[in-house]
């Protein structure tokens, strides 16, 4: 029987591959295109690196990734730093990222597009949630640093347009790690003030690196969560920031925006002046044309000879006067005309004169009810017959018809 070879266990050759390959790549550069990208809930980042010919996986740990400027997607290609390790269990290896760099886009640039398409989505650059900027405020704020060139030129700007406005300086950090919490704390400051009508918000010029601490996701949020209106003014003219659209105003610099914020003591005054020139203007026209229409109506007649008018009212007056006497009058004889002939109508119609004629009206007692027809009484019922001068009351002993003789009991 032959000797058994000399043999590796699984883990001996597994730890000698490990501390092999682990000890020729460290700190290398990997190129490769993102895909199957998983950011953890535990905050590590798991990928894979490919070309067309092969794949590495990729570990990110939750503390690089904290330094990372934008979010990896699949399909990017980027430029990968770590180290390599072998993971022994599995008996596979894979690269522990400590820095990742997009290829063919700097890293700032694509941060600065992802943010902004995130931020945008969420309307955070809408023009309908800008506020308005105040025409004459009288305190304004500043988040800036105090000891940069950008917090010189605004207050000479303030003190050159007008004295009266105060400026309430926070300092911050403008540039570097960290920038962006001190930032949003002065707008957050200034907010739970009362007594700040608008906030300047800025910097000098500088790299894309120098003025990154404005376009990240705290500082653009704290910016458009403002209750008090807001004035961006970062860099210079060329220079555009995430904080720039999302402010309420962006100024091309901070000279600028002192200029926007602090309004002019002597161009007030001149329109004040303006104003008064204009009034007075108007009120001298007010006047001449008042005196011009009441040098009119002065030479008028009536002023001249007011007795005349008088005494022509009052004839007219007088004249008024016979015309509605003599118009009562002729309607008078005319309705009394109408009553004299309706009278003599009525006495013509009237009963008194048919008894006066020899006619009578007997009627039935105690109903007086009219007796128009034999019929209409019986033997016995008393009756009531009306003459001109009087009546006679009697009781019925007999009634006949055109052929029967009537007898009557006079009462």
């Known amino acids: 029987m032959l000797n058994s070879p000399e043999a590796y266990t699984v883990s001996a050759i597994t730890r000698l591959i490990k501390e092999r390959l682990e000890e020729s790549f460290q700190g290398i550069w990997i190129e490769g295109e993102i895909s199957n990208y998983h950011h953890h809930g535990s905050g590590h980042r798991y990928l894979n690196l490919k070309?067309?010919?092969?794949?590495?996986?990729?570990?990110?740990?939750r503390s690089a990734g904290g330094y990372?400027?934008?979010?990896?997607?699949?399909?990017?290609k980027v430029l990968a730093y770590g180290d390599i390790t072998v993971y022994e269990k599995g008996g596979s290896y894979q690269l522990n990222c400590r820095?990742?760099?997009?290829?063919?886009?700097?890293?700032?640039?694509?941060?600065?597009?992802?943010?902004?398409?995130?931020?945008?989505?969420?309307?955070?650059?809408?023009?309908d949630r800008k506020l308005p900027i105040p025409d004459y405020a009288g305190r304004i704020g500043v988040v800036t640093s105090p000891t940069g060139a950008a917090v010189h030129d605004i207050i000479q700007i303030a003190r050159r347009r007008n004295r009266c406005v105060e400026l309430v300086v926070y300092s911050a950090?403008?540039?570097?790690?960290?920038?962006e919490q001190t930032i949003a704390a002065g707008i957050e400051y200034f907010n739970s003030r009362s007594d700040i009508d608008v906030i300047i918000v800025g910097r000098g010029g500088g790299s894309l690196e120098d003025l990154w601490p404005f376009n990240t996701e705290v500082t653009v949020r704290a910016v458009a969560a403002s209750g008090i209106p807001v004035i961006s003014a970062v860099g210079h003219e060329v220079d555009i920031t995430l904080c720039d659209l999302a402010a309420?105003?962006?100024?091309?610099t901070p000279s600028a925006a002192a200029e926007l914020a602090v309004w002019s003591q002597r161009e007030y005054i001149e329109s004040v002046n303006q104003a008064v020139s204009r009034q007075a203007v108007v009120l001298r026209n007010i006047v001449r044309n008042a005196r011009r229409e009441l040098h009119g109506l002065l030479d008028r007649p009536v002023f001249a000879?007011?007795?005349?008018?008088?005494?022509?009212r009052q004839q007219y007056l007088d004249q008024l006067l016979r015309a509605l006497v003599s118009a009562g009058k002729n309607s008078f004889e005319k309705y009394r005309n109408r009553l004299s002939l309706s009278v003599a109508r009525l006495e013509t119609l009237s009963p008194l004169k048919i008894l006066a004629r020899g006619y009578s009206v007997s009627r039935c007692l105690p109903d007086?009810?009219?007796?128009?027809?034999?019929?209409?009484i019986e033997p016995g019922d008393r009756m009531e017959t009306v003459l001109t001068d009087g009546q006679v009351v009697s009781i019925v002993e007999k009634t006949k018809g055109k052929n029967t003789d009537a007898t009557r009991k006079e009462v």
């Open 368 to 376: 007086r009810r009219v007796i128009g027809k034999v019929e209409d």
């Open 68 to 76: 990372l400027k934008f979010e990896p997607e699949d399909g990017q």
């Open 99 to 127: 820095k990742l760099v997009p290829v063919g886009v700097g890293e700032l640039e694509l941060a600065f597009r992802q943010l902004h398409e995130k931020l945008a989505a969420e309307g955070l650059f809408d023009d």
């Open 173 to 179: 950090q403008v540039q570097g790690d960290g920038a």
């Open 305 to 312: 000879r007011p007795r005349d008018l008088v005494l022509q």
């Open 248 to 252: 309420d105003l962006r100024a091309p």
């Open 51 to 61: 070309d067309d010919r092969a794949t590495i996986r990729v570990t990110i740990w």
